[in-house]
């Protein structure tokens, strides 16, 4: 495995056999390493642990983002945010991928195989891919510390500390 290129931790269940070779073909096509989780028996599986395997990969460390495909992404996304610092978000269409790794800090796309075709979970996953180095905030700017700030700064002067706040820190022109 070349340490230079980015890990994805791929999972699928039985309901996306039909798709997980060439969606994984297509990873590596872009220059992902793939570390597949995925189910590749005869007959059904518990999806719950292809969702954990990579849950765990990416809250560990081991890989940057995953990628999860079921029959319709939701039992994944479901089974995948129980792992404590997972963010498994279901995407239907382009725009919902990339708005899941841009606004919502998702770390893990779930598709549906039976929702979407190969070559549409190739474009969301495309688009979700691209937002790998966002990083976001580890605490909301409305912390304890910053609400603490912000108070004692206005009870020491509220006119002046106020507009401050409102205007410069959020970048607002009076």
Same mark, same amino acid.
């Given at each position: 495995?070349?340490?230079?290129? #980015?890990?994805?931790?791929? %999972? ?5 056999? *039909?798709? @997980?070779?060439?969606?994984? *073909? ?13 189910? /590749?028996? +005869?007959? /059904?599986?518990?999806?719950? !642990?292809?969702? *954990? ?6 809250? *560990?460390?081991?890989? +940057?983002?995953? #990628?999860? #495909?079921? %029959? ?20 239907? !269409?382009? !725009? ?5 790794? +841009? ?34 905030? +580890?605490? $909301?700017?409305? $912390?304890?510390? =910053?609400?603490?700030? =912000?108070?004692?700064? &206005? ?8 507009? =401050? =706040?409102? &205007?410069?820190?959020?970048?607002? @022109? %009076?």
């Amino acid at each position: 495995m070349d340490d230079k290129k #980015i890990t994805i931790a791929f %999972g699928t269940d039985h309901a996306a056999a *039909e798709v @997980r070779g060439k969606f994984k *073909e297509y990873l590596v096509y872009l220059g992902y390493n793939v570390e597949d989780f995925g189910f /590749s028996g +005869q007959g /059904s599986c518990d999806y719950p !642990d292809y969702a *954990e395997k990579v849950a765990r990969a990416v809250v *560990e460390g081991k890989a +940057q983002k995953g #990628i999860l #495909i079921c %029959g319709t992404g939701i039992g994944m996304s479901i089974a995948a945010n129980k792992v404590k610092g997972a963010i498994a978000a279901v995407a239907w !269409d382009t !725009d919902v991928a990339k708005l899941a790794a +841009q606004h919502n800090n998702a770390n893990i796309l779930c598709m549906g195989s039976r929702t979407a075709t190969l070559r549409d979970m190739c474009n969301m996953a495309k688009e979700f891919l691209q937002f790998l180095n966002i990083k976001f905030a +580890q605490k $909301s700017i409305f $912390s304890k510390n =910053f609400l603490e700030f =912000f108070l004692n700064a &206005f009870i020491e002067s509220p006119s002046k500390n106020c507009y =401050f =706040f409102c &205007f410069k820190f959020f970048g607002l @022109r %009076g």
